[in-house]
C-alpha cells in the first residue's frame, strides 16, 4: 500500500500485572545492555538498527503500530479466513 513502509521488530514484555519496579528494573537493565559498545557492533554487523525505549515510548510505539496496520488492513479489505 502506497506509504507504508514495514520493517521489522521485536521487543521484551512481561506478563501484565508485573510490578513496576520490576519493569523499571527489566527495563533499565536491558537499555544498559544495549548501549554497550560490543553489543552494539553485534547488531551493527546484523545490518540492525536498536531502539532502546521506556516503557511510556514502548506503549507509545505499539498503539502506533496498532493503528497504522488497522489502516492498512481496513484499506485492502483483508478478512480472517
Given at each position: 500500500?502506497p ?6 521488530w521485536?521487543g ?9 519496579p ?9 537499555r544498559?545492555?544495549?548501549a554497550?559498545?560490543?553489543?552494539k557492533?553485534y547488531?551493527a ?6 531502539m ?8 507509545a510505539?505499539l498503539?502506533?503500530e496498532?493503528e ?11 478478512k480472517?479466513?
Amino acid at each position: 500500500m502506497p506509504g507504508y513502509e514495514h520493517t521489522g521488530w521485536f521487543g521484551i514484555m512481561a506478563p501484565a500485572g508485573t510490578p513496576q519496579p520490576i519493569i523499571d528494573l527489566l527495563n533499565a537493565e536491558i537499555r544498559a545492555m544495549l548501549a554497550r559498545a560490543d553489543v552494539k557492533a553485534y547488531w551493527a554487523k546484523q545490518d540492525t538498527e536498536t531502539m532502546p525505549m521506556t516503557p511510556a515510548q514502548t506503549e507509545a510505539f505499539l498503539r502506533a503500530e496498532i493503528e497504522k496496520w488497522t489502516k492498512v488492513v481496513k484499506a485492502a479489505n483483508i478478512k480472517l479466513e
